[in-house]
C-alpha cells in the first residue's frame, strides 16, 4: 500500500484542477436551490429540479440511442405531462405566485396583509402577542401550547 501513495499524490496533482471545479460547481448549484427555493418557493424549486432531470434523461436517449419499454416510456409522459400542465396552470393565474409565491422576497404579492392573517387566524381586534387562557370544561386544568412566537393557553385534550 505505500508504495503506492507517490501515485496518488501525482493523481491528484494532475486532477486537482477538476476537483476545485466540481466543488465550486457544486457549491454554485446549492446557492441557486436556495435562491430559487427562497424567491419561488419549495414547489417551483422541485419542479425545476424535475425539468432538469427529465431533460437530461431524453438528451441521453436520444443521444446515446437507448431505447425504452413501454412502462419506461409511460413514465416519462407522465413526468413531462405533468410539468407542461403544472407550467400551463401558473400561466393563467395573475402575478403568478401559484404555490409559495413571495417567500422570503417580501413583494407585494406574497404576505397576506394584517388584516387578512386577523381574519384567517379569527383573531379580529385582538392582540396576538398575549395570552389566552381556557378552561377545560371536565378538569379545570390549563395547558401551555407553544404557537412559535405566540404563546397560548388552551384546554388539554385527552
Not at 457544486?26 to 427529465?54: D, P
Not at 406574497?110 to 381556557?134: F, I, N
Request: contains cysteine; aromatic residues 8%; glycine residues 18%.
Amino acid at each position: 500500500v505505500f508504495n503506492q501513495v507517490h501515485l496518488f499524490i501525482q493523481m491528484c496533482q494532475e486532477m486537482g484542477f477538476l476537483l476545485v471545479a466540481l466543488g465550486l460547481s457544486g457549491a454554485m448549484g446549492q446557492v441557486f436551490i436556495f435562491v430559487t427555493i427562497s424567491k419561488f418557493g419549495a414547489l417551483t424549486c422541485s419542479i425545476i429540479g424535475l425539468a432538469r432531470k427529465v431533460t437530461t434523461l431524453v438528451a441521453s436517449i436520444y443521444f446515446y440511442g437507448h431505447e425504452l419499454n413501454g412502462t419506461q416510456f409511460t413514465g416519462l409522459v407522465v413526468a413531462v405531462g405533468a410539468m407542461v400542465m403544472n407550467f400551463w396552470g401558473k400561466k393563467g393565474k395573475k402575478g403568478g405566485g401559484g404555490h409559495g409565491g413571495g417567500h422570503g422576497g417580501g413583494g407585494e404579492h406574497g404576505a397576506p396583509t394584517e388584516e387578512e392573517t386577523e381574519a384567517m387566524l379569527g383573531t379580529k381586534g385582538s392582540d396576538l402577542g398575549t395570552e389566552h387562557t381556557e378552561t377545560s370544561p371536565d378538569n379545570g386544568e390549563e395547558a401551555d401550547i407553544e404557537l412559535g412566537p405566540v404563546k397560548s393557553r388552551t384546554k388539554t385534550i385527552t
